[in-house]
Structures are given as structure tokens and as C-alpha cells.
């Protein structure tokens, strides 16, 4: 099993510029995340799929969207790259919605110039 | 929502000592409480979690221990080993989407 993967792991986007990462997982799980990271701020929640055809807004969504293609994927688009956007975003999955270890994936490491 | 506050953010400790990191929380009804460690380019990966029913829990030298009464919990590594060195955070929730993590503690084992 390969867990939880996303792509890309490294972009470069201009202001204005739009872009979709992707993420799958291969756990059956039934709820997937999506996070972003920056120094000294710890794991924010941006949106949450508790189970496949439903999305809801997590901690910080503004400037995100995502779309829950299948049980497996769910991706975060976003429209119009700011540099307050620049940051760490990690997918996750867990089985449940309620006292379940979450998985992370890799990791993308996305900078807006 | 929960607020969670973690300390100290940042512990430097000789190979063999102990390291504590603190954790403190604002919402009681939380009752699910896990680690992540995260080494540097990597993923954070859960080491331990503890339930509200439960005030202590053990892995070999990992320990948590959880006082819902004051609202804190603490993650105690013994016998520390230079691969122990990474970030750790603390997170406290009710379901999963609302997950507060800690800003995280960089932990450094110096052999």
C-alpha cells in the first residue's frame, strides 16, 4: 500500500496563476484533509471530506476550493495563487470522523512569487 | 473552537536524558489526543494518542499522560537516542475535521 500521495511535491506559481494539487489515497478511507503548514504555526485544517460526496470548510479555507472526485481522491484547487498562500499543504485520510489516527501524505511544497 | 498551546518550542537535551513537551487545551468536551513526530522534509507521522478515558498510556519509551481536570497533556521520551531529534506536535479533538494542533517543539538529541 502507498498510503497517501500528492503531487506535485515542488511548484513555483505567480500571482494570479491557478493550480489543482492531487491527492489519492488507497486505505479505503472514508474522510480526507487537506492542510497547510507554515513555521511556527503548527497543521491548519483548510478543507475536510468526512465521506465521499460531501466537502466542508475547515480552519482557513478562504482562497481554496476542493472537489471529492471518488472514495480515493480529493483534490484542492487554487484559483488565484497569492504569496500569503506559499506553504507546506499536506493531504490526509483517516478511517472515521472521530478518534482516528490521520495519514498524511508527502507533502507539496508550493511558493507564490 | 479549540485553542492548543504547546511547550516549549524548542528542547535541546544530552542522548540518554528524558525530554517532556507540554500541551494544554481550552475545549473540555476534547477527548482524543495524539503525537506526530516530524522530521525535517518528511510527513508528520503518529508515534502515540491517548483517549479521555485513559490517564496514561505507554510504547516502550514513550509515554503520555493526560489530566483532563486542568486540561493538559504531556509527551515523555526516556532514554533519548539522536533519531528521537525531529518536531513533535500535540493536537486535542472531538471528531477529526476539528483537530487543533500545537505549533510544534523541535526536540535536538545531542550525542
Known amino acids: 500500500n502507498a498510503g497517501v500521495t500528492q503531487t506535485p511535491k515542488f511548484q513555483v506559481l505567480k500571482t494570479g496563476q491557478s493550480m489543482t494539487l492531487q491527492c489519492a489515497q488507497d486505505?479505503?478511507?472514508?474522510?480526507m484533509y487537506w492542510y497547510r503548514q507554515d513555521p511556527g504555526m503548527g497543521l491548519r485544517l483548510i478543507y475536510y471530506?468526512?465521506?465521499?460526496?460531501?466537502?466542508d470548510k475547515g480552519e482557513v479555507p478562504n482562497g481554496y476550493n476542493v472537489s471529492r472526485l471518488n472514495k480515493r481522491e480529493f483534490s484542492l484547487r487554487l484559483e488565484s495563487a497569492a504569496p500569503s498562500q506559499t506553504s507546506v499543504y499536506f493531504c490526509?485520510?483517516?478511517?472515521?470522523?472521530?478518534?482516528?489516527?490521520?495519514?498524511f501524505g508527502e507533502g507539496s511544497w508550493l511558493t507564490v512569487v | 473552537g479549540e485553542n492548543v498551546e504547546q511547550h516549549p518550542s524548542t528542547l535541546s537535551v544530552q542522548e540518554g536524558d528524558s525530554a517532556v513537551i507540554k500541551c494544554t487545551y481550552s475545549?473540555?468536551?476534547?477527548?482524543?489526543f495524539p503525537w506526530y513526530k516530524q522530521e525535517l522534509g518528511k510527513r508528520p507521522q503518529l508515534i502515540i494518542d491517548?483517549?479521555?478515558?485513559?490517564g496514561e498510556k505507554k510504547d516502550q519509551r514513550i509515554a503520555v499522560t493526560l489530566n483532563k481536570t486542568a486540561k493538559h497533556f504531556s509527551l515523555h521520551i526516556t532514554e533519548t537516542q539522536p533519531e528521537d531529534s525531529a518536531v513533535y506536535f500535540c493536537?486535542?479533538?472531538?471528531?477529526?475535521?476539528?483537530?487543533?494542533f500545537g505549533a510544534g517543539t523541535r526536540l535536538t538529541v545531542k550525542p
Open positions: 490526509a485520510s483517516s478511517a472515521g470522523t472521530a478518534g482516528n489516527t490521520i495519514y
Open positions: 486505505m479505503n478511507h472514508n474522510s
Open positions: 471530506s468526512a465521506s465521499e460526496g460531501t466537502t
Open positions: 475545549d473540555s468536551a476534547s477527548n482524543y
Open positions: 491517548i483517549r479521555s478515558n485513559v
Open positions: 493536537a486535542a479533538s472531538i471528531y477529526q475535521h476539528d483537530m487543533r
